[in-house]
């Protein structure tokens, strides 16, 4: 009888402990859910421009997050989202800076392949760097030759650097072909 109200004891003292443990949320599932809840705030109406406060309230969100928590598989993909607002935005030197963390940091990130491609892209038709953009193009092809995108990589260098009365020459000969 003393071993059952014993063991009844330690059960619900137990239960007391257990009950009065409340789960808080760490920093990291914190940043999580708020970024979580403003990304469905900045895309919710897909009609309408995103707001450029909201989208750079979420960049810097993103950043936070992988500065913050770089081991979590979230990390890249954070930074790669950061790329795709700060592009879109017309802040393409920041787009090349997070893609760099990728390119630097995350070779093992499902669109790794995207990130160089993406840079070569931006370098190209944003910033005008003609070389830079030859260098990942270049890069791209060697190391993903059988990418869907290689095919695009290997036209862009074919015709970069080339004014339009050239490329246009270049176009009819194809044509002709």
């Not at 330690?10 to 760490?26: D, N, P, Q, R």
């Not at 607002?85 to 997070?98: F, V």
């Not at 020459?169 to 194809?174: A, D, G």
């Amino acid at each position: 009888m003393k071993t059952k109200l014993l063991i009844l004891g330690c059960v619900a003292f137990i239960l007391c402990i257990v009950s009065s443990c409340k789960h808080e949320k760490t920093e990291q599932e914190t940043l999580r859910d708020e970024i979580t809840t403003k990304e469905t705030e900045l895309y919710k109406d897909k009609t309408e421009a995103i707001d450029k406060d909201k989208a750079i309230e979420m960049v810097r969100l993103y950043a936070d997050y992988a500065d913050k928590f770089t081991e979590d598989t979230l990390a890249p993909e954070y930074l790669f989202r950061a790329a795709e607002i700060s592009e879109n935005a017309n802040q393409p030197n920041n787009a090349i800076t997070y893609l760099t963390r990728i390119e630097e940091n995350y070779k093992d990130y499902r669109n790794y392949p995207l990130c160089i491609f993406k840079k070569a892209y931006i370098y190209e038709n944003i910033l005008k760097n003609q070389e830079k953009a030859r260098q990942y193009y270049e890069k791209f092809i060697a190391d993903y030759p059988n990418h869907e995108l290689a095919e695009a990589a290997n036209s862009s260098l074919m015709f970069i650097g080339m004014s339009d009365s050239d490329l246009i020459k270049v176009l009819e000969q194809i044509s002709k072909e």
